[in-house]
Structures are given as C-alpha cells and as structure tokens.
C-alpha cells in the first residue's frame, strides 16, 4: 500500500462534484473528512479563512489547489480527501486558474505525511499521470492511479559544471552583494506543511539531478517562521500572495507558479546561483 492509500480512503473521493465557487469547493473536501471523523466542521472553515486572508497560495500548479490549515484540536488524525470538479472554479490565482481538482490535508504534525506529500508532487507532475487522474471513472481507478510509481520527470538540461553553489545574491529580492552560500533554501507557505512540502521535493528533484543535494538543506517552513530564519539561508522560494506577505526579509524571495515543476524550479536555481 502507497502512503497516499494510507490517508485517502475511497469513501473520500469524490468525481465531477458540481461547485460554485471556490469556498464550496473546499467545503467540499471538509466536508468529506468531517464525515470521516478526520476533523470537525472547524478545520473545514479554518482551511477557507487560510485562502480569504493569505490569497490563493493553496493553487499550487495548473488547475490543482491543495487544501490545508495549521494542525489543530480540530484535527482527529491525519487524512486526505480528493474533489474533482464537475466545472472548474476561479481561486483567483493569476496563472494557475481556473481550478478542476481540491485535495484537502489534514495533518497532525508536520511530519507523518512527508513521504505522502512527495508521492502526490510526483504524480501530478507527470502529465500522463494527471490526465490518467482527470478522465478517472470512479474512486477505485483514483487510488490504482495514486498507488503506482510515478514516472521518472523528464531532465531539464544539463548539470551544472560546478559541482556545489559557491555564492548567492543576498539582500533584496532580486540583487544585491554576493557572498558565500549558507547551504540551505527554504520552501514557504501560509502553514508549513502543505503546498511548502509540495516546492520542497520538486526542488529536491532538481538537486538530485545536479548532484547538489549532498551541500544544501531545503527546508518547509511556515511565513511567521520564514520571517526569522531568513537570513540562515540563501533564498526563498515561494508564491505570489506569500512573497507579498513576507516583504523584505534581506534575503531574495523568488516566486514560483508551479510547486510541481522541475522545469521551472531548474531555471530558478540557475538563475539565483548564477549557474
């Protein structure tokens, strides 16, 4: 069994759900770990004030929102829920809209769906895999789905020469003087533990591939946090609506659209690293 089988159970799937707007949408996918027992009716409205106050980060790639809120007494154990929808609704992201498919987390802790979050970046990231997921005829081809092996993402480019980052831009968000690297970057979102995790492995991915990941720490991390451990590290990586909410933290914050490209994160790297 899959770690994404462990938390996404059939009777929390649910196809073509017919929405208005995006706050059904996620009552939605509340509503189907409320029924559950995951959580209770307060976690659903906490996942909904997230979007209203922080924007919509949870849209972490084309199409796809990523439901979540801080781990709470509302929270009864850590779980999934996945709503494809009948029509997609707006969020308001300014690339990523309009929104087909809600998955909602709830989560514990920050630690017991890891290797669940990395499985589910994968897959979504490989486009025979999401259209497979997008023409699904019932929960049970979902979770077949879900439970495979991802496909091995496609190289985006050589490696880079220099076989660790030797310096990085460091104040402002986009120049400013060049020192020597601290060896970490950190992923941001609204909570910690959600669409951070999400940018985390599909930047790992990246890493691996260039042969970096034994000299740098990427670390999930929340804005309120991000905020006082900016400076132990060479850059941010984050959404729109979270850049804006962090705003000058003296160490460059650059915006990513899709937490689950490697394309993008590649060209990211080789830019901030001047590779």
Request: net charge negative.
């Amino acid at each position: 069994m899959s770690d994404i089988s462990r938390l996404l159970h059939l009777a929390s799937i649910r196809l073509d759900e017919p929405v208005d707007d995006w706050r059904a949408a996620i009552r939605c996918a509340g509503g189907l770990l409320e029924r559950q027992g995951a959580i209770s009716a307060e976690y659903t409205r906490a996942m909904i004030t997230s979007v209203e106050e922080n924007g919509p980060y949870i849209v972490v790639a084309p199409g796809f929102a990523f439901a979540h809120a801080r781990p709470s007494e509302a929270v009864h154990r850590t779980a999934m829920s996945w709503v494809r929808l009948a029509h997609p609704v707006e969020f308001g992201h300014a690339s990523n809209d309009p929104v087909s498919l809600v998955v909602a987390l709830s989560a514990t802790d920050r630690k017991e769906h890891l290797q669940a979050m990395r499985q589910l970046a994968t897959l979504l990231a490989a486009p025979e895999t999401r259209t497979a997921l997008d023409r699904a005829a019932t929960p049970e081809e979902v979770l077949a789905l879900l439970g495979q092996d991802a496909p091995a993402p496609a190289a985006t480019g050589s490696a880079p020469a220099t076989a660790a980052p030797a310096s990085v831009e460091t104040s402002g968000t986009t120049t400013g003087a060049v020192t020597e690297s601290r060896h970490k970057i950190l992923t941001v979102c609204g909570n910690g533990l959600g669409t951070s995790l999400f940018l985390k492995n599909t930047l790992e991915q990246v890493l691996d591939r260039w042969g970096w990941s034994p000299y740098l720490t990427v670390e999930a991390t929340d804005t309120i946090s991000a905020r006082g451990k900016a400076k132990e590290a060479d850059f941010i990586l984050t959404s729109g609506e979270i850049a804006r909410a962090l705003g000058d933290v003296g160490v460059p914050v650059r915006v990513i659209e899709n937490f689950t490209s490697t394309t993008e994160l590649d060209a990211a790297m080789r830019d901030l690293y001047d590779v």
